[in-house]
């Protein structure tokens, strides 16, 4: 590989890398073509990005960059994931694909710069989703006024009762 294409895979790196919120570290080693276009496409069907480099050229991309705690770890056989919008999502893919595949792992991540262990990651792909989340604070915001109506609304609708058996009573009388 000439020098002009590694500086354009490292730019490129770089660019991804410096978009991403979080970037995650993968292990594929002894993985076939299909597995891995297979898992591409569900990567890709979620918004992330996913990378197999030399390591070399993954260090100097995330060299200096939100991600720059990524490069004393990458060693071996190294894929690297890249999620924008939300993270949970990017970690429940790759969690989710490494309980159907023997040969996939899960090795670390960086999340807006800090590093997360492969447990970690497990954990962070247990989270509920941003869009869930916001539905439920939503609903949560949305449950004290409708409440707060409630309540005033049986103490007129009480008030009513009493009002109306008071009239009834004197009518009677």
Aim: charged share 30%.
């Amino acid at each position: 590989m000439q020098r002009a294409q590694k500086n354009e895979i490292i730019e490129k790196l770089r660019a991804k890398a410096d978009r991403a919120g979080i970037a995650v570290v993968t292990d594929f080693r002894g993985m076939t073509v299909e597995e891995l276009t297979e898992l591409r496409v569900k990567l890709r069907a979620a918004g992330i990005d996913y990378q197999v480099v030399k390591n070399t050229l993954a260090r100097l991309a995330v060299k200096g960059g939100e991600h720059d705690a990524l490069k004393d770890h990458l060693k071996e056989n190294n894929a690297v994931a890249f999620g924008y919008d939300d993270p949970v999502v990017a970690a429940k893919v790759l969690v989710e694909y490494a309980k159907t595949s023997k040969k996939f792992s899960v090795k670390l991540a960086s999340l807006s710069g800090k590093i997360i262990d492969a447990p970690g990651v497990v954990e962070l792909s247990k989270l509920p989703s941003k869009p869930e989340l916001l539905a439920k604070t939503l609903g949560t915001m949305n449950a004290v006024p409708t409440n707060f109506v409630g309540l005033f609304a049986n103490v007129i609708r009480g008030m009513l009762y009493a009002l109306s058996a008071v009239k009834e009573k004197k009518e009677a009388a």
